[in-house]
C-alpha cells in the first residue's frame, strides 16, 4: 500500500445529512474465519471492503477455502471443516492487521501443517509475545523475530486447553486462545481483567460450537465441529467514532448513522462524549444478526473538558485519536489515563495524536499511560503526521474541520485498511477534504 498519499483538511460549514459508515472490522475478520473452519457454505452480509479484512481473506484462500464475492460487501464462504485447511510453503501476508495476524496464529497453532504470517512496516512492529506465550503454554510451538512478526508456527502439534487470566484486556489474545481451544484437548478457561469485546464468543455459539461466556470469562472444549451460517455484519462503531465527534464539535451540524453496531463493548466513546456534553441519541434500537444495532443521530453541542473515567478505556480503545481532538476543542481540562496499550496499536496513538494536535496549536502533555489535555481552539493548522495509522489519519481530518488554518496530514492510503470511501463519505456530508499531490 502507497504511504504516500497525503490529505488537506479545512474548516468547512456544518455537517448535514446521512453517513452509511462500512461494515464492522472485527466482525468480518471473525467470520470469515470461523465460517471456513465450518461445515457448509456461510453468506456474510455488510462485509467490511478494507484492506484488513481482504489480507484475512486471501489468507484463507491461500489455506485453500474458496471465498467468492457476490457483491460488494458479500461474502460466500465455503467452509472446509475444522480440519480441511491446506498448508501453504508461502508467507501468509496479514497486511496492517493486528486482528488478522493475532486470530490467524490461534487458528493455526493446532494444524497439522507450519505456517508463516507476516505483515507490512507497523504490523511488524507490535508486540506478539501477548499470544504466543499463552500459546505455547498450550503446547504450541512459534518462533518470532524477539517477539515480532513474522511469525513462524510449527504445525504438528498437540494442544491442550489451559486456564489463562489475561494480564491485559485484550480481544484479540482472548479471541487467539479460543480458536486454539478448538484444536485442543480439554477445556480452554480465559478470565480477563476487563470485559473486552464478545464476538468470538458470539459468533462461535452461532456457529454451533459449545462455549460459555459472560463479561470477563469464556470456556470452551475442542472436539465439536462449527456448523455453515449466515452473518449480519453491523455498521463499524468505530468508523462512525469520527462522525460523532466531527458532527459534535462544528456549530450547526446533525448527522445520522444508520444501522450501527451498539455491542456495549464498543460504545465507551458515546458515553465519554456524552460525559463533555454530546447530543446523542439512539433511534431504532433493534438487534440484528444476534447484535444490538440502531442509528445513532448526533447534533452539534458544547462540550467541557472530563476526567475520563478509567472503566470506559477497553469500551473506546479505538476511539482515544477521535477523542483527543474532542478533548482539544472542549473547554476544559481531560485527563486519560489507564491507556497505555494506545502506544502498542498501529502506530504509538499517544505520541501520534499529541504530536500533531500541538503542531496545530493545542495544548497536549503526554502521559506514559495518556495524556493532560487543556481543550479550547485549534489556533493553527500546518503538517501532522499519521505514522501510516488509519486512525490517527482520520482523526487530523476531523480535526481539520476546526483548526483556524488548513492541516496537511501526510500518509492517508492506510485509512483503506478499515474505512475504504472515506473521503468521499466525509465530503458527502459537508467536509472539506482533498488530496494533495
Ligand atoms: C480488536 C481488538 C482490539 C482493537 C482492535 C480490534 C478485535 O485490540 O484495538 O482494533 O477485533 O479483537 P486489542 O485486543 O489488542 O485490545
Redesign the pocket.
Known sequence: MSAVLDWSSRAAGPLRGEVRVPGD??VS?RALMIAALAEGSSRIHGFLEGGDTRATAAVLRQLGVRIDAPAEGERLVHGVGLHGLRGSTEPLDCGNA??GMRLLAGLLAGQAFDSTLVGDASLSKRPMRRITDPLTAMGACIDTRAGLPPLAIHGGQRLHGIRYALPVA????K?ALLLAGLYAGGETEITEPHP??DYTERMLHAFGWPITFEPGRARLSGGHALQATDVEVPADFSSAAFFLVAASIVPGSELRLPGVGLNPRRIGLLEALRLMGADIRVEHARASGGEPVGDLVVRHAPLHGVALPEVLVPDM??EFPALFVAAAVAQGRTVVRGAA?LRV?ESDRIDSMATGLRALGAHVEETPDGAIIDGGVLAGGGAVETHLDHRIAMSFAVAGLIARAPVRIHGCAHVATSFPGFLELANGCGFALAVVA
Not at 485484550?170 to 489474545?173: D, I, M, N, T
Request: aromatic share 0%; no cysteine.
Open positions: 472490522k472485527s475478520h493486528g486482528t485484550s480481544a484479540q489474545v479471541s473486552t469485546r480503545i479505538d496499550e496499536k
